[in-house]
């Protein structure tokens, strides 16, 4: 377990999301999700009447359809539990992401599209996971062929492939320095892929700091 071993417990609720990064016959992508909450307990509901104990509260989908670029050709959304009657409402709305591009500033255009009463909460919530997925189910892949028609087993240039991901992601590869601990600025993952980005006096001084 790679947590530390918890304290005495009781499950209470569940949620469970699972994504999938899919090449189609036709050459786009498929970014499938499907989100489900449950509970350890029955509940009363309003617009359903009693909820199981692990009958789904919500359980929804949402499958972007995006080409080589990232372009979203086809957005298509599903709610089949929810806690209202209403909530299935929101997902024909999801279609109007067609069109956009998944890179940098995608949520904050998305948001505009299908925020709040025009979208669903949990829905949305999928679009962050969704995005990261694409990244890292169409760009790698694209590596892979291109290397295969090269006929080289391994994919080289993977600080190409990084610095393409970035521009589209990010909006270049200095906005994911220091995004996280990999990517410290003072790090070797920074001095040996992006060595004009490298901080070396920062690496110093950690160094001195760690000695001292």
């Keep these: 377990m790679p947590l530390s071993e918890p304290a005495a417990r009781e499950l209470l609720h569940a949620r469970d999301i699972e994504i999938r990064g899919y090449r189609r016959g036709d050459g786009l992508y498929d970014i499938e999700a499907q989100l489900t909450d449950t509970k350890s307990y029955g509940f009363?509901?309003?617009?359903?009447?009693?909820?199981?104990?692990?009958?789904?509260l919500h359980h929804m989908w949402l499958r972007l359809t995006v080409d080589d670029e990232m372009q979203i050709v086809a957005?298509?959304?599903?709610?089949?539990?929810?806690?209202?009657?209403v909530c299935p409402q929101a997902a024909p709305?999801?279609?109007?992401?067609?069109?956009?591009?998944?890179?940098?500033?995608?949520l904050r255009e998305a948001t505009r599209l299908v925020g709040g009463t025009a979208g669903c909460t949990h829905l949305r919530e999928l679009l962050q996971q969704i995005a990261t997925t694409a990244f890292q189910?169409?760009?790698?892949?694209r590596a892979w062929r291109e290397a295969r028609a090269r006929g080289e087993a391994e994919i080289r240039g993977t600080?190409?492939?990084?610095?393409?991901?970035?521009?589209?992601?990010?909006?270049?590869?200095?906005?994911?320095?220091?995004s996280?601990?990999?990517?410290?600025?003072?790090?070797?993952?920074?001095?040996?892929?992006?060595?004009?980005?490298?901080?070396?006096?920062?690496?110093?001084?950690k160094t001195d700091a760690d000695t001292s």
């Design 180 to 205: 996280c601990i990999a990517y410290s600025a003072d790090g070797p993952i920074v001095r040996r892929r992006w060595p004009e980005l490298f901080r070396a006096e920062r690496s110093a001084a």
């Design 75 to 85: 957005s298509e959304a599903a709610t089949d539990r929810a806690p209202y009657t």
């Design 44 to 56: 009363s509901n309003q617009d359903r009447g009693f909820i199981e104990a692990g009958e789904k």
């Design 137 to 141: 189910t169409v760009n790698p892949h």
């Design 159 to 178: 600080d190409k492939l990084d610095r393409r991901i970035a521009q589209k992601m990010l909006g270049g590869v200095g906005a994911i320095v220091d």
């Design 93 to 106: 709305n999801f279609a109007r992401l067609a069109g956009l591009r998944i890179k940098a500033g995608f």
